[in-house]
């Protein structure tokens, strides 16, 4: 099964990042193909040097450097809402491919379910 | 009589701009720090327009715990939690946008 999560909550505002990250996890833990899209303030998920526990929380980003254990490789992030954000690829603490909208539309198209928060 | 617009959201709230007045300030709080980074993003936008003698500051502990520090622009002060306290003091009115 070919599993799309799109990240597109802000890391810490309330819980919704850190509950899909687990719910991926598990999925790829129980065999899905996963591919990850963060898009709007979920990409604020993928910034180095988060100091989180300031707010008494876990490091999102801490916790996606270990996607690749759970043979997570396929990151993708919304190039609209990097740009909106003032950002470059270059600035992600992970390696990550920049789509336009008629690549994450194709990319939607290829999985077979797709899970957004 | 001035208020202290306090953000929370991600996301811009539009309506803010037709209730603010003269001698307003904005505080970022939690997810609303991202709304400061892009100099194209619609608060900046708004800053611009209404000029300089708005004050616009930030919670610190909400711009670090995201890593924003690098990306932080000049036109906005990061204050701490104590300082959020006597704004709120400085202020007649508190208004919550989320």
New interface residues.
């Given amino acids: 099964m070919r599993l799309l999560i799109i990240a597109a909550s802000d890391p810490y505002a309330h819980q919704h990042a850190q509950e899909l990250l687990d719910a991926m996890l598990v999925a790829a833990t129980f065999g899905a193909e996963v591919s990850l899209l963060f898009q709007d303030a979920g990409i604020l998920q993928l910034l180095p040097d988060q100091s989180s526990e300031l707010l008494g929380r876990r490091s999102l980003s801490r916790q996606l450097d270990a996607l690749p254990l759970f043979d997570i490789e396929r990151v993708y992030v919304d190039l609209n809402a990097l740009g909106q954000l003032g950002l470059k690829t270059l600035d992600l603490a992970l390696p990550v491919m920049a789509l336009d909208s008629q690549e994450m539309a194709a990319l939607v198209a290829v999985h077979d379910q797709v899970i957004r928060a | 009589m001035t208020t202290l617009h306090i953000l929370?959201?991600?996301t811009w709230p539009k309506a803010l701009e037709r209730l603010f007045s003269p001698g307003d300030a904005i505080l970022l709080a939690?997810?609303s720090v991202?709304l400061a980074?892009?100099?194209?993003?619609p608060m900046q936008h708004f800053l611009q327009r209404v000029g300089t003698g708005i004050r616009c500051l930030a919670l610190d502990?909400?711009v670090?715990?995201?890593?924003?520090?690098?990306?932080w622009p000049t036109n906005i002060t990061r204050v701490s939690d104590a300082e959020w306290v006597a704004l709120v003091c400085q202020h007649a009115k508190s208004l919550s946008w989320s």
């Fill in positions: 929370y959201g991600a939690g997810a991202a980074v892009s100099p194209q993003s502990d909400a670090l715990a995201r890593g924003l520090s690098k990306h």
